[in-house]
């Protein structure tokens, strides 16, 4: 496995009242959800990468404004076609 450092400034960590390990745990949801958001994990790579279950992950995007599924109304129509 990899591991990827970067420094968070103090006044940083002191703005938002958060331990380091607090920050990192946001700061890699936050990532994996906007990887997910742009296609550029599926939920489950992105729940792996922030960490969490990927049922916790999903439940989680409505907090970033992050739909869960991302269907055009194609898609959509198609679906309730073969409902």
Do not use: H
Request: hydrophobic content about 45%; glycine content about 4%; proline content about 5%.
């Amino acid at each position: 496995m990899n591991q990827v450092t970067f420094s968070i400034p103090d006044e940083i960590l002191f703005a938002l009242k958060a331990t380091p390990d607090a920050l990192a745990s946001t700061i890699r949801l936050a990532a994996s959800v906007k990887l997910y958001e742009m296609g550029r994990l599926s939920s489950g790579a992105a729940a792996q990468l922030a960490g969490v279950p990927k049922p916790y992950f999903l439940s989680r995007l409505a907090d970033y404004c992050v739909n869960t599924f991302d269907l055009s109304q194609e898609d959509l129509i198609r679906d309730l076609k073969s409902a």
